[in-house]
């Protein structure tokens, strides 16, 4: 059946879910043409951004397909073993289901200890292999060397349930997305991926007529700041869209929200994470915002840290500082 | 052999070809291309940390670090732009948000990194307030200082001490920040060995009493205050003062502490002599009369502490004979004492040794003779070299004096005690003569020598093979004593030192320190041995005159000479 999933993937054009994008036939080939007696293949139900809830949705409704794409990922890549690497409530609601999907099948349900950051692919391998939760120089990526220095697929779990998909031939190019804030219909909405921002918010009855309001896409922490005007198109990243009323947004204590978030998420391994972050706290609590030192703050963030955590670290900021908070 | 695949890449327009798989700063390096950077060291993992290695790469987005970035085929390296100056600058001045300064009592006192770097790039130290103002200062024993107020978070530390097997410093999550701790494990323990400071690239670490105490014993009235100084010194002090590594400052030494009014100067040396008579001594008892075997070397604390606290099954291995400066000291307070007509108690002895478990071993209460302790002090290597500069007396510039009789100079055995398998050498070199009744080894015996973590061979003496082992660094101890637990007779004798390269890379040395500096270190402790007439630690004039006047009472023989090892509960109280 799986013959010719790779080439599958590639002409439906999968791009990650978990919110890098990557596309996810080069990950697939990759572990599979990386030699090696023993590979890993995980299902990354990490979910640990603020507000972004989809996958959980996609757990509770479509289990059976999950397992259904980690299994065709299993036969795909020779020799190899596989996890679904859960957060921890996520854990405790669904292990008992999960294992009764994955009965007989060379798959463990792994229950995560860390919080945001363990979601990050490296800290994926360094979860599983018990060692301390703080990613690791790339490259070499996990599709080389991962857990245990074997190659290893990890894609979250709406990438697996699209695999399913793409195998029957079910696909039909949507996405899951998780639309919160202030709005009247909260809620994960599976489609098109084509789709602009404003005709999601259109379709699902949350376009804001009467206020004035703004977005925060692709994350709740690290996610862009978008205007009204600027949702014309579609989304990049993960799967999320929070809109906020204006007038009922206190945009310090949002900015509050975000920092304390990455403060508490952050690994402290590297000087501009760990200590640009709370420089950031910092000016956030006096509510003073040095846009000089903020300069200083952003490169340092974006252009030296050490993974992906710190360098996304500047985008909501800026631009709610840019667009909405002058 | 398949031939190493070379690449060409270019770092500033210099074109170099290379062999790959290998970083950009390891090839910058090579080429002498400054890049700086904290958190990189070259003993122990790259830890890509502290972010202030960035370079750029032509054709590519962004900034990457030197330490972590591996040379591919064409790259183009920038190492300077105005926005890797930014980058470092602003990077920097948070590193200092971190740093509480206090440099007038730093062991970088004469190199600060980040001193040197902060008026490079136009740093505002003070920018952001200090963010560790109220952190803890942490004892460990009476070894070490651990200074987390100063600590950037580069992680060697951890990293150093897992490196030594011992994992007794870790990172933990206090409050909004992971900070670097001791570990609350009572399983864990720190054997007090200091590689967590020679590895500190900011000095958070120092040894306790570090620079505060050195003054205290020299002040002293109506006590005779004497000094021993230990093996390794001699090719590591040097380098306090500016001179090349590897410096071989035996006579200046001696004079500068007599200029720091010590009548009496001792070379540890000498008890390393008596120590080796003694070791050889027992293990030829422990193979002629089928004692426990392997006997192993006792000298290094650290690795004493290691085997009492994590292994304590193998305290029957270890050797009773106690460490050099302890036999010296203890000799100082009876035997020269006596000789002298000096009231023991009255005498106050000054080690000055490259370790800062020495501290530790000082006060252990077994090693007291007629109820006093054989050494009252124990500074380390950089701690004399402070009080000498804040006596101005600088060491590069001192005329070399001799040490004087009774205990005089040593052999070159006794010298060779501060390099790993300088122990070993010496001991054999006795023992061999002792079994074959005549010098029957080669006296350079090459396979003790040299950096390498783990060294063994096999001699034969009279017909009879003897297998030896010797490790540097704990990590590579473990490793033995693995073998061991699988086959007890693999090894006859073994040498254990604590920190690599042995006490020339001890925590109380010189810093920085990495294999080059420990090589050059070494080689001029083996150049010492090399030009002694006598090198066999039965030759000195002492050691005999001692043995046939002083040790023929077995009673005071023991008492100066040996010692016992008990199993160890964890000490520092975390």
Redesign the interface.
Known sequence: MPKDIIEKLKSANLLGRGGASFPTYLKWQMVKDTPAKKKYVVCNVSEGELDVFKDGFILENYPTQIVEGLKIALKTIDHSYGYIFLRKDYYQKYKKRLEKLTKNLPITIFKEKGGYLSGEETVVCQEIEEQ?LRPR?K?PFPGQTGIDGSPTLINNLETFYYVALIAKNQYKYTRFYAITGDIKHKGVFELPLDWSLKRILKETGNWLVDQDFFAQVGGGASGDILLPSELNRSINGVGSLIIFDKAKTDLYQLMERWVNFF??EN??????C???I??LREMIKQRKIESEVLK??W??LE????CALGKSVATPFRSLIKKVLT | MIKEKKIKITIDGLAIQVSADQTIGKVARANNIKIPGLCFHPDLA?Q?????C?VEIKGRK??Y?AC?T?IEEGMDIVTDSS?IR??RK??L???F??HCEECGDCIYKRNCTIRELAPKYKVNITK?PD?KKDYPVYKFGPSLIFDSSKC??C?LCVEACKAQNVCFLE?RKKG???DVVPSKDKNKDCIYCGQCLTHCPVGAFEGVGEFEEIEAPFQLKDKVVVVQFAPSIRTTIGEEFDMPHGSIVTGQLTAAIRQLGIKHVFDVSVGADFTTIAEADELIERITEKGVLPMMTSCCPGWVKYVEFFQPEFIPNLTTVRSPHIILGGLIKTYWAKKEKIDPKKIVVVSIMPCVAKKYEMTRPELKINGLRPVDYVFTTRELAWLLKKRKIDLSKVQPENIKDPFGVPTGAGVIYGASGGVMESALRTACGKISGQQLCPINFKQARGLDGVKKATLTIKGKKLKIAIANGTANAQKLLDELKEKPKAYDYIEIMACPGGCIGGGGQPVPVNAIIRQKRANSLYSIDTKKKKRLAEDNSIVKKVYQDFFNDHHKFHQVCHTKFRRKNKEVKT
């Open positions: 301390i120089q490259p403060m508490k690994c402290d391994k590297c000087t501009p760990r200590e640009g709370y420089r200083d703050l490169l340092v252009e030296t840290s050490f | 790259v890509a940390s502290c972010r202030l960035v962004g900034l670090t972590s591996k926005k930014r980058a602003v990077n001045e948070l590193i948000t971190q952001f963010r950037i978070d992680n990172t909004d920040f992971h």
